[in-house]
């Protein structure tokens, strides 16, 4: 009986001591973190993170969320790391930017409209991603009609209502829209203005440890051509 409890309690020990995976977070949004048919998670942001995660041994469990979720559940705790951050958030530790994104807005063939920065914007009707008014700034959110904008987490519904003329632009990021785009309606189908700056976002971690850690693997991954090699990937 001893020696069974001995065991017992040895074998309790010992699944405590195991590491607990890393939870991380992305965006849920193709092609940087989706889903295939069988269900199988692939995408930019995936797999830029599964490499550095290999090479640091640890291990995780990756999980998508639309973005306001995702920052909600990052803010409780819920998950240690997530990107794309756009912001900075107390006592985490942002990560060096690796997510290179232009941010577009874009308008159907079939119409024709001049669009040369955000000013032009004013007056129509627009949809863009969750928080877009806050990422994008005070001169964007300065153009925007209350009865007129609207954001929303599905990038294919934003495009069906571009399609059938319910709004007039959608606004975000362009490998996503174009992704959609060319999968649901075919290559060229979309006028694309450059009105916003370019931006590279990071990722964030609540330990500094491991911020520290996955900067200097990205690092390599810059320097050696890999993370490039990563961003132009073509994604099924």
């Known amino acids: 009986m001893r020696i069974f409890v001995f065991l017992l309690a040895w074998v309790v020990m010992a699944a405590?001591?195991?590491p607990e995976k890393l939870r991380?977070?992305?965006h849920y949004s193709a092609p940087w973190a989706y889903a295939n048919e069988q269900g199988e998670l692939m995408g930019i942001?995936?797999?830029i993170l599964r490499h550095i995660f290999a090479q640091l041994d640890v291990e995780v469990q990756i999980e998508l969320y639309a973005y306001e979720r995702l920052i909600q559940k990052f803010r409780q705790k819920e998950l240690d790391y997530i990107s794309p951050m756009a912001f900075d958030l107390p006592d985490a530790y942002l990560t060096d930017p690796y997510l290179e994104?232009?941010?577009v807005a874009v308008t159907s063939i079939q119409t024709d409209f001049t669009i040369d920065d955000i000013a032009d914007l004013k007056g129509k009707s627009i949809v863009a991603y969750q928080k877009a008014s806050d990422v994008l700034g005070p001169v964007f959110a300065s153009v925007l009609e209350q009865d007129?904008?609207?954001e929303m987490a599905d990038r294919e519904r934003q495009l069906d209502l571009l399609k059938n003329f319910k709004v007039d632009v959608v606004v975000g990021d362009r490998k996503v829209l174009e992704y959609f785009s060319h999968k649901n309606y075919g290559k060229d189908q979309l006028n694309v203005h450059n009105v916003f700056p370019h931006t590279s976002y990071p990722g964030v971690f609540?330990?500094?440890?491991?911020?520290?850690?996955?900067?200097?693997?990205?690092d390599k991954m810059k320097r050696s051509g890999l993370l490039s090699?990563?961003?132009?990937?073509t994604r099924p």
């Open 206 to 218: 609540w330990e500094a440890s491991l911020a520290e850690a996955f900067n200097k693997e990205l």
């Open 148 to 150: 007129a904008y609207m």
């Open 16 to 18: 405590s001591a195991q």
């Open 101 to 103: 994104i232009q941010d």
């Open 45 to 47: 942001d995936y797999d």
């Open 229 to 233: 090699q990563f961003h132009s990937q």
């Open 24 to 26: 991380v977070g992305l």
